[in-house]
Each structure stands twice: as C-alpha cells, then as structure tokens.
C-alpha cells in the first residue's frame, strides 16, 4: 500500500505517517514534508522517484505527472486501467494526505503583493486532491489533519468504509471550493478598491457544531472562511461555547481592535460593552471597565488586548463571566480561572487589521460593504473643533479615547469617558437624546461624577436635545461625526453652555 503525503499545514503529519509506516505503508512525499517526515526517523520515497523527473520551477511542478495522477485515477475492478498501470509501470497511490497553501492567510496580511500571493497559489494540491476524491472508493483522501487520527484508528481496525470514504472525499470538494473562492474573491479585486466584485463566492467549512443557535429551538454551527477569526480561537477551560458566546466574543474583539497596543479590558453583554477601560496593568484595566457598569457586567463576555496574569484572575473571582478572552493566559491564571467549572477561557492571537467584506443576511440574499475598521475614521487630520472654546489637552486624551470605544456600541450610540474609561453607555436606541439620556442615566446609577467628563456619539446629533442633555450632566466636550442640517444650532448649543466640541466627519454606526 502506497501512500503521499504532501501538507503545508505539518499539524499531526508526523504522528499520522509513523502510524501507516507501523502498519506496512510506503510513504512517498514531498519537499519539506519529506524532510519533516526524514528527521522524525521515517523511510520516504521522494516524489522525484516515483515520476523520474526532478522538482522543478522552485517546486511549481512536482506532481503534476501520470505516474502519480495515474497511481490515484486507475480504477482497480477496470481492466484497461489495470492494463495500463503495468504497461507504464505505474505503482496504486491507496491514500492521499495533502492540505494546501495557506493563500487565504497569506492575503490577509495587508502588506501582502501580487507576487507573493501569486506563488501561494497551489496547483499540484487540489489536483491530487480532486483525483484522490473522484476515486474515493480505492483512494483514501485526507485533506484536514483533524481526521488523521480517525483515518488510522480505522486502518488497525482494518479499513474505513465506504461511507466514510465518501466523506472525506466531499471534504475535499468544500475545501477546493472555498480555496477558489477565496483566489477569485482576491483577483477580482481588493475589497479595498473603487469597486466590489460583480460574483462573489461564499464556500464555508464547518467548524464547529452548537448545541443551539440563539434560542434552543433553532440549529447552529460555526462556519469558517479560511481567514484568520474565531476559527483561531483555543478553548483552555470550560464547557462548550455557545452561539451567543462567539457573537459576543465577536463584539469583544471589535471592542478592544483600537486600543492595540495598549492594556486594555472590554466587557460585553449582548455584543455591545457594557464597560471599556484602559490601564497600566491587565487587573487595573479591568477593574475600571467593570466600574462602568457593576450590575451590566453579570454573565459578560471580558476580553483583553494583552495576556492575563493571576493577579487579574484573581480580580475577576467575584464576578460570574461567561467568557475570557484574551492573547495568552498565563498558567497561574488558568488556575484560578479552572476554580469555576463553567467558565471558558479561550485565547485568540490578534488578527491583522485588514481590508475584507463583511455580509449581513438579509431575506433572499446579503448586504455587503467594507468591513468596520476604527483605522478608517481615526484621521484627526480630518477633525475640526467647532466650538469657540478648544478642548484642553486632557479634554483632547478623553475625546480621543472615547472616540475609539464608542464604535463599538450599537447605535444610536453615546459614550461617556474620563482618563480613559467608559463611565456611561446608552446603547440602541430609537432616538439619540434617549440614548443621551440613558448613558447618563446609567453613570449617575453607578454612582460616577460626570462633571469634566467627555462624550462621544456615534454620529451627528439631529437636534440640539442632546448637547443639551449633555450640559446639565455638567459634560465638558462632546466629539461627533457632525453633517446635520442642523449642525449650526448644535454648534450653537455647545457655544451656549460653553462646551467644546470635536467635529471627525466621519461616523460609526453599528446596527
């Protein structure tokens, strides 16, 4: 029995080889899986063997030849195949383990050129692949290490079934399909261009099952892109996530993206924070996100942008929280964490901020546009003070800071802020003076002092109710979008109660 092993994702090849060498299989491989393969011990036919002809083209053509397409097509109960299998000395392949360039990580990278991403284009991967699959009932085919340990439990046993066989060979095709996908999605141009492609393909793998989807009566999975997300995440501890865990966790990691860089906490509930602070330690910035919003706080999704420590664990004891998120958790944080059975605590390493579309569903197809990045309105080139007075320079930190947490609250969004922590949000509501309204409201309930505070809306006050709502809450700058028809008298509102106000001229709605 003959298998090829050709992976750029090497995750368990070693392991799965040592399990066919053990029970009789010659191994044939390729390039740097061959010598992973090599210096784990291992005999390996290179490919070069097998095709009398050597890698060529810095290896664009390695297994592009009948002595391997034949070995995988050659229908074993044909007697013309069998024939011409010994009429040209071809030797069965049985199995195919092949996973293919990591293009779709490749051009997440922002920095990423044509060329580069040219060459991460595989050839001889889906074309084994494909070949292995048609002819799934001989040829074994296993394109996600995942399913190695499957595959060769079902070996000792003394084969995989049909069924099964047929299986990984639909794997195959869903994970070609979404590999073309994503190269047309790229050649049709960047998302970032002028304009969006006039097809787009959506091919997605399934990741993970759900028990149940935002209510227990509905299905749910989580289906992968291939881009770099939630796909990435490590569960450390806890029971299983859930749908409403992961979209969370989603508005966690949307509402900590601007503040890399620094130490900073959100607090989620409902995909929208509840708390957002920033501090000089993990503990500290948590410990001001939760004074946002104490009673919001309960069964929340808390994410950082740095590793957590044990002294942050320990912080976080009295506090039921359905999810950690976070780059790292250190070991001595896992264990303070492991105290509560059902809390998950999961890492996910940060993910380059790059241009990509971003699908809503809507009935009978989906709305696309640009993906929100905070980039894309943080050009304080573009702002302009509209006020008499000017913002003081500590008025200028607070709006700033505000600026960037507020992107991430539904809208109509307002987000009261001071040194650098969220003191009160009003979140989606129907009209923004009662989202004013709320975010003081909840402030005032959590016992802040809004005097000297700032405040930052989403985007432009249609009315001047809410700069003056801001006033009697004694806030002192107000930064916003602006574009009413009434920006005058808004304008003229904050001059009359001698506010200073921050004009970006661009917004962030978030419905």
């Known amino acids: 029995m003959r298998?090829?092993?050709?992976?750029?994702?090497?995750?368990?090849?070693?392991?799965?080889?040592?399990?066919?060498?053990?029970?009789g299989w010659e191994l044939v491989s390729t390039g740097g899986t061959a010598e992973a393969l090599r210096r784990a011990g291992l005999a390996v036919v290179p490919i070069e063997q097998v095709t009398g002809f050597p890698e060529m083209m810095d290896g664009r053509v390695k297994t592009l030849h009948p002595k391997v397409h034949g070995?995988?097509?050659?229908?074993?109960?044909?007697?013309?195949d069998r024939q011409a299998l010994a009429e040209h000395a071809i030797t069965p392949i049985d199995l195919v383990?092949?996973?293919?360039?990591?293009?779709?990580?490749?051009?997440?990278?922002?920095?990423?050129?044509?060329?580069?991403?040219?060459?991460?284009?595989?050839?001889?991967?889906?074309?084994?692949?494909r070949s292995a699959a048609k002819n799934h009932e001989a040829v074994l085919v296993v394109v996600d290490p995942d399913d190695y340990a499957e595959v060769a439990g079902a070996l000792r046993a003394?084969?995989?079934?049909?069924?099964?066989?047929?299986?990984?060979?639909?794997?195959?095709?869903?994970?070609s399909s979404a590999y073309d996908a994503a190269i047309h999605a790229y050649l049709s141009g960047s998302p970032s261009g002028d304009s969006l492609p006039p097809t787009l393909q959506l091919a997605l793998q399934r990741r993970q099952l759900l028990r149940y989807g935002e209510n227990p009566h509905q299905r749910?999975?989580?289906?992968?892109?291939?881009?770099?997300?939630?796909?990435?995440?490590?569960?450390?501890?806890?029971?299983?996530?859930?749908?409403?865990?992961?979209?969370?966790?989603?508005?966690?990691?949307?509402?900590?993206?601007?503040?890399?860089?620094?130490?900073?906490c959100a607090i989620i509930k409902h995909t929208t924070p509840c708390g957002l602070a920033i501090g000089a330690t993990p503990r500290e910035a948590y410990e001001r996100?939760?004074?946002?919003?104490?009673?919001?706080?309960?069964?929340?999704?808390?994410?950082?942008?740095?590793?957590?420590?044990?002294?942050?664990?320990?912080?976080?004891?009295?506090?039921?929280?359905?999810?950690?998120?976070?780059?790292?958790?250190?070991?001595?944080?896992?264990?303070?964490?492991?105290?509560?059975?059902?809390?998950?605590?999961?890492?996910?390493p940060?993910?380059?901020?790059?241009?990509?579309?971003?699908?809503?569903?809507?009935?009978?197809?989906?709305?696309?546009?640009?993906?929100?990045?905070?980039?894309?309105?943080?050009?304080?080139?573009?702002?302009?003070?509209?006020?008499?007075?000017?913002?003081?320079?500590?008025?200028w930190d607070d709006v700033r800071f505000a600026w960037a947490a507020v992107g991430s609250v539904k809208s109509n969004a307002i987000l009261l802020a001071r040194d650098g922590a969220a003191l009160g949000i009003g979140a989606g509501q129907m009209s923004r003076v009662d989202a004013a309204f709320l975010a003081v409201h909840k402030a005032r309930q959590q016992g802040h002092s809004l005097r000297g505070c700032v405040l930052a809306s989403d985007a432009f006050f249609p009315f001047r109710d809410g700069v003056d709502e801001a006033a009697a809450a004694e806030i002192s700058a107000i930064i916003q979008p602006g574009?009413?028809?009434?920006?005058?008298?808004?304008?003229?509102?904050?001059?009359?109660?001698?506010?200073?106000?921050?004009?970006?001229?661009?917004?962030?709605?978030?419905?």
């Open 350 to 395: 940060p993910a380059a901020d790059a241009p990509t579309l971003d699908f809503k569903r809507v009935r009978g197809g989906f709305l696309v546009q640009d993906r929100f990045r905070y980039a894309d309105v943080a050009d304080e080139r573009q702002w302009r003070v509209a006020t008499q007075r000017q913002p003081t320079p500590t008025e």
């Open 220 to 264: 749910a999975a989580l289906y992968g892109s291939g881009e770099p997300g939630l796909g990435d995440l490590r569960q450390l501890h806890g029971k299983e996530l859930s749908f409403n865990n992961l979209l969370d966790v989603d508005g966690a990691l949307l509402a900590v993206a601007p503040f890399s860089g620094r130490v900073a």
């Open 289 to 348: 996100a939760l004074a946002t919003d104490r009673t919001s706080a309960f069964g929340s999704v808390v994410a950082f942008t740095t590793p957590v420590d044990r002294d942050t664990a320990t912080a976080m004891r009295d506090l039921f929280v359905e999810v950690v998120v976070a780059p790292e958790v250190a070991d001595d944080a896992l264990a303070v964490f492991r105290e509560k059975k059902n809390l998950r605590v999961v890492t996910l």
């Open 483 to 511: 574009g009413s028809v009434r920006d005058a008298e808004v304008i003229a509102a904050a001059d009359e109660h001698g506010l200073a106000m921050v004009l970006t001229g661009a917004r962030q709605f978030r419905h």
């Open 97 to 129: 383990a092949v996973n293919l360039y990591p293009f779709q990580r490749t051009v997440a990278d922002p920095t990423v050129t044509l060329a580069h991403a040219i060459e991460q284009i595989d050839i001889g991967g889906p074309s084994m692949l």
């Open 71 to 80: 070995g995988l097509l050659a229908r074993r109960d044909h007697p013309g």
């Open 3 to 23: 298998a090829l092993l050709s992976v750029s994702d090497k995750r368990g090849i070693v392991e799965f080889a040592q399990e066919l060498s053990q029970l």
């Open 158 to 175: 003394g084969g995989v079934p049909l069924e099964r066989r047929r299986a990984l060979a639909a794997k195959v095709f869903a994970h």
